[in-house]
């Protein structure tokens, strides 16, 4: 797809190349009532060096994120970090990203990529917690057969998850293919997650998945720093304006980066469906008078 083609449809979503980027689209969504996460895109890495340069970078944004006051921690992906180069590379760098993160009061989100991935990720997770550090969080899938199992194993750190639908074309051996035993994957999951007393980043768009968010939330009595909504930037905005005016947490995944050609289009190609969302959505901007609803 031609670079240009994928920039606009891609611009949305990126907060832009540069760090100052990140930090204006977080300044604005923070006047909004709105938290931040922010990654730096930076999957298609291919060597030590630039695994430690993404390193590097966290940590000039957790600068900029104390310098501007912002209210933002940052999600990580671990190949970014060199987890397909080599565990030691992976965990020093992730270790040192969140050192950093916890001398300044502050947290980091462990991405979770495609399921070759999955165990190495919380491998990670497991060891930085067993070194005493809690300022760290992952994230858990909920397409994946194997989330509930995953959830027993991890209920005894109480951790802190994001539970998302799951965005790689994974088999049916280990993802469910259908729709809505996604849906219920994520509600039995979100659960389990709850009972376990875990704080849970419920990251969709979903509006009936956010129905059973609010409804698991207020069963339980939870105050509204006890959990938190998540949505990517650019997403079903009036959605997460909603909830904010209702009064719940939410926070918004700004990624930026020199590296935004290869993930836009890696998206794209990895999942059809954004793609058809791209097409509705510009539908839906060039038709307003016509009732273009995207809900699933
Ligand atoms: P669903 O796909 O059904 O989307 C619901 C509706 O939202 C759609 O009908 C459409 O209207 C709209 N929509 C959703 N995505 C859109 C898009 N890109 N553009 C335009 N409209 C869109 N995945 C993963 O595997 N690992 C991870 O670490 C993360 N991290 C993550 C963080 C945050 C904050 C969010 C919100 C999501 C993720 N994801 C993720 C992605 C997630 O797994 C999932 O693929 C997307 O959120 C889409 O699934 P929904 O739950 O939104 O439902």
Redesign the pocket.
């Known amino acids: 797809m031609p670079k240009p083609v994928v920039r606009k449809i891609s611009s949305r979503?990126i907060a832009g190349t540069d760090v100052a980027d990140a930090c204006r689209v977080v300044k604005q969504l923070n006047s909004a009532g709105k938290m931040a996460?922010i990654d730096v895109l930076g999957e298609e890495i291919a060597s030590p060096e630039e695994a430690r340069a993404i390193a590097a970078t966290y940590k000039d944004v957790f600068a900029t994120i104390d310098r501007e006051q912002l209210d933002s921690n940052i999600?990580i992906k671990l190949t970014a970090l060199g987890l397909k180069l080599g565990h030691e590379l992976c965990r020093e760098n992730l270790e040192a990203v969140v050192r950093d993160a916890a001398k300044r009061s502050n947290f980091v989100r462990i991405?979770?990529?495609d399921s070759s991935t999955t165990d190495e990720t919380l491998r990670l997770y497991r060891e930085l917690r067993g070194a005493g550090l809690d300022n760290v969080g992952v994230?858990l899938?909920g397409y994946l057969r194997r989330t509930q199992s995953d959830i027993y194993d991890l209920a005894k750190l109480k951790p802190n998850v994001?539970l998302?639908?799951?965005?790689?074309v994974e088999p049916p051996e280990l993802a469910y293919p259908e729709?809505e035993q996604v849906r219920v994957n994520f509600v039995r999951s979100l659960e389990a997650l709850l009972d376990a007393g875990a704080y849970v980043?419920i990251?969709?768009?979903?509006q009936w998945?956010i129905e059973q968010g609010l409804r698991l939330v207020l069963e339980r009595g939870l105050e509204s720093d006890q959990y938190e909504f998540?949505?990517?930037l650019?997403?079903?905005e009036e959605l997460g304006d909603a909830l904010v005016r209702d009064g719940h947490r939410l926070?918004?995944?700004v990624p930026f980066g020199g590296q935004w050609y290869a993930y836009s289009l890696r998206r794209l190609q990895e999942?059809p469906?954004?793609a058809g969302?791209?097409a509705a959505?510009t539908l839906h901007r060039l038709l307003p008078g016509r009732n273009g609803s995207?809900?699933?």
């Open positions: 979503y996460t999600s991405d979770m990529e994230v899938q994001r998302c639908k799951g965005i790689y729709f980043g990251a969709t768009h979903d998945l998540q949505m990517l650019g997403v079903r926070r918004i995944y999942n469906k954004i969302y791209i959505d995207r809900s699933s």
